[in-house]
């Protein structure tokens, strides 16, 4: 069984809509919950980070993480066609490596 | 100021032989990362770099994978008698400080393609 699970996709929303993206995970010690933004031959890069239960927002964007059920979510608010990209979640230990889903492809139509 | 760079963008070779993949994380950054990511997959952890020694070599799939950081800044990353298996993305990624919650900002990858 994978450490990480996460909602393969592809997502296809029209502009404005509202896009919820999610993870399961089993490792009891990751302490560290990120999501990442990929674009097509590019490197990930970063787009939140917490390391607690509950809610963190950041404009357009929310990270949701739900310890008790090993379950994170990152929402995005009023999709523009510029966030049409990958999207990984990404979990860390305290051993600096961090393990990642496979990624969700979204689409944000005009 | 510079990302992380990495060189070549794009490695084809054969099976069989032998190729060097080059890292240049930021400036100051200490911590240095190895992932390989397949299509369709996420980034797969290979190595770790805490100034000049491997901190945790735990994700290199076998002893063909090797990976330096002499100097505590450039890393390369050294694949020997590579495999089709081995074609894939090799991305780069360093942080200010030993993660777990340090930022890893990561190179634009280096597409290896093994025939």
């Known amino acids: 069984q994978k450490e990480v699970e996460q909602d393969p996709g592809p997502l296809s929303v029209p502009e404005g809509a509202i896009v919820s993206l999610n993870c399961t995970y089993s490792?009891?010690?990751?302490?560290?919950f990120m999501w990442y933004r990929q674009y097509s031959r590019k490197g990930p890069e970063l787009l939140m980070y917490?390391?607690?239960?509950g809610n963190k927002e950041d404009g357009r964007f929310t990270a949701q993480v739900d310890k008790s059920s090993k379950y994170i979510s990152l929402f995005i608010r009023d999709s523009q066609p510029s966030d049409s990209a990958t999207y990984l979640c990404?979990?860390?230990?305290?051993?600096?490596?961090?393990?990642f889903g496979d990624g969700t492809t979204l689409t944000v139509k005009p | 100021g510079a990302g992380v760079s990495q060189t070549p963008s794009n490695k084809v070779t054969e099976k069989g032989k032998y190729v060097e993949l080059r890292c240049d994380p930021i400036?100051?950054?200490?911590?240095l990362y190895w992932y390989r990511q397949s299509l369709g997959q996420g980034p797969e952890f290979l190595i770790y770099?805490?100034?000049?020694?491997?901190?945790?070599d735990s994700g290199l799939p076998n002893d063909r994978f090797f990976a330096v950081r002499p100097e505590g800044s450039v890393s390369t990353l050294k694949i020997q008698r590579t495999e089709r298996g081995d074609s894939a993305v090799y991305l780069c990624?360093?942080?200010?400080?030993?993660?777990?919650?340090?930022?890893?900002?990561f190179g634009p990858g280096t597409r290896l393609t093994v025939l």
């Open positions: 990624a360093s942080s200010f400080k030993r993660a777990p919650g340090n930022e890893q900002f």
């Open positions: 490792n009891s010690a990751f302490q560290y």
């Open positions: 917490t390391y607690s239960s």
């Open positions: 990404a979990f860390n230990t305290n051993a600096g490596k961090s393990t």
């Open positions: 400036s100051g950054h200490t911590a």
């Open positions: 770099f805490q100034g000049t020694g491997a901190a945790d």
